[in-house]
């Protein structure tokens, strides 16, 4: 029996224009954003919290990704603080 190999995931890094926001991630559990992107480990039956802290974060960036795309982002994130 031949094992096969998972594909490898390329690593996460925020990029350059989400930076601004870094401060504004909630849910975050204290971990870093990179952390909680990258992590192949955790499922719920190991770690059910951290899966949350992961879907959470996940949403955030998949937010910020499309709302940057359409190019519906300010610029400066302390514009629209209130």
């Given at each position: 029996m031949?094992?096969t190999?998972?594909?490898?995931r390329?690593?996460?890094?925020?990029?350059?224009?989400?930076?601004p926001?870094?401060?504004?991630?909630?849910?975050?559990?204290?971990?870093?954003i990179?952390?909680?992107?990258?992590?192949?480990g955790?499922?719920?039956f190991?770690n059910?919290?951290r899966?949350?802290?992961?879907?959470?974060v996940?949403?955030q960036?998949?937010?910020l990704?499309?709302l940057?795309?359409r190019g519906?982002?300010?610029?400066?994130?302390?514009?629209?603080?209130?």
């Amino acid at each position: 029996m031949s094992k096969t190999k998972e594909a490898k995931r390329p690593v996460w890094r925020m990029p350059d224009w989400m930076e601004p926001y870094r401060d504004l991630f909630q849910n975050t559990g204290g971990n870093p954003i990179e952390e909680l992107m990258n992590d192949t480990g955790s499922n719920l039956f190991n770690n059910a919290v951290r899966v949350a802290l992961i879907a959470a974060v996940d949403g955030q960036v998949c937010l910020l990704s499309r709302l940057h795309t359409r190019g519906l982002l300010t610029s400066n994130p302390e514009v629209q603080k209130i």
